[in-house]
């Protein structure tokens, strides 16, 4: 009789089943950190990841910036570092673009999103482990696509053959991490995340939710994310 599932045993799968595909141009450099992250996935799953009846937050996947280069979802290097209080040396990427280095930790550059999301989590909890104890957050797709500029690419944008080849790696994982964690509710932070959640929820008994993505490429982000983000998450809280 096997194990039951853990989130780290999923987020391995969900490694192993990814690091599998592979993908074409105008895509040049993929980078998985929960691979060469792993120290702060790992921590992160070990301090924040075994708590059930909580609410999922759902992003896309990593930013250049962020979980990029500190392995954890929405991971701006200051608040992971600071206020998560994960701290671990970081590794490179098999294939590094001499444009987007991973520096881990020494990162200088901010990623806007990711201040912004765990910003308003310290703001409206105080402690890590006060949110922790309320919410879990957790990416649909672990990888980061490049061009041979430098340029992010999103999943969304692969073509189709790859992109389903993907997401039915990432659908999988995500159904199994709802297993585990059993959520009150689920939000998608933005369209993309909600969809999935819709795709992947579809036969299941979990509420789910959107908010607005906090990319500074969004003008209703950039008019204040926080104050919407605690419009949804009063009436999420509300019902569970």
Same mark, same amino acid.
């Given at each position: 009789?096997?194990?039951?599932?853990?989130?780290?045993?999923?987020?391995?799968?969900?490694?192993?089943?990814?690091?599998a595909?592979?993908?074409?141009?105008?895509?040049t450099?993929?980078?998985?950190?929960?691979?060469?992250?792993?120290?702060?996935?790992?921590?992160?799953?070990?301090?924040?990841?075994?708590?059930? %009846?909580?609410?999922?937050l759902?992003?896309?996947?990593?930013?250049?910036?962020?979980?990029?280069?500190?392995?954890?979802?929405?991971?701006?290097?200051?608040?992971?570092?600071?206020?998560?209080?994960?701290d671990?040396?970081?590794? $490179?990427?098999?294939?590094?673009?001499p $444009?987007?280095?991973?520096?881990?930790f020494?990162?200088?550059?901010?990623?806007?999103?990711? $201040?912004?999301?765990?910003?308003?989590?310290?703001?409206?909890?105080?402690?890590?482990?006060? +949110?922790?104890?309320?919410? +879990?957050?957790?990416?649909?797709?672990?990888?980061?696509?490049?061009?041979?500029?430098?340029?992010?690419?999103?999943?969304? $944008?692969l073509?189709?053959?790859e992109?389903?080849?993907?997401?039915?790696?990432?659908?999988?994982?995500?159904?199994?991490?709802?297993?585990?964690? #059993?959520?009150?509710?689920?939000?998608?932070?933005?369209?993309?995340?909600?969809?999935?959640? %819709?795709?992947?929820?579809?036969? #299941? #008994?979990?509420?789910?939710?959107?908010a607005?993505?906090?990319?500074?490429?969004s003008?209703?982000?950039?008019?204040?994310?926080?104050?919407?983000?605690?419009?949804?998450a009063?009436?999420?809280e509300? #019902?569970?």
């Amino acid at each position: 009789m096997s194990a039951p599932a853990t989130l780290n045993s999923v987020t391995l799968d969900l490694a192993d089943a990814v690091d599998a595909l592979s993908f074409s141009p105008p895509v040049t450099h993929v980078y998985n950190p929960l691979r060469y992250a792993w120290a702060a996935q790992a921590e992160y799953l070990r301090r924040y990841g075994a708590a059930k %009846g909580r609410i999922i937050l759902l992003g896309m996947n990593p930013g250049p910036f962020g979980m990029a280069q500190v392995g954890v979802p929405f991971g701006e290097v200051a608040m992971v570092r600071d206020w998560i209080g994960i701290d671990v040396p970081i590794a $490179k990427p098999a294939n590094e673009h001499p $444009k987007r280095p991973v520096q881990g930790f020494d990162c200088t550059r901010s990623e806007v999103s990711g $201040k912004r999301l765990w910003g308003w989590a310290r703001d409206r909890f105080g402690s890590a482990d006060a +949110f922790f104890a309320r919410y +879990f957050v957790v990416n649909y797709c672990p990888l980061v696509f490049m061009e041979a500029s430098g340029r992010n690419f999103t999943p969304d $944008k692969l073509p189709k053959a790859e992109r389903e080849a993907l997401y039915a790696h990432c659908d999988t994982a995500l159904r199994r991490s709802v297993e585990v964690l #059993q959520p009150a509710a689920a939000i998608g932070i933005g369209r993309f995340a909600y969809d999935c959640l %819709g795709r992947v929820l579809a036969d #299941q #008994q979990v509420p789910i939710f959107t908010a607005p993505h906090p990319s500074p490429a969004s003008p209703v982000a950039n008019r204040g994310w926080a104050p919407l983000m605690d419009a949804v998450a009063d009436e999420v809280e509300g #019902q569970c």
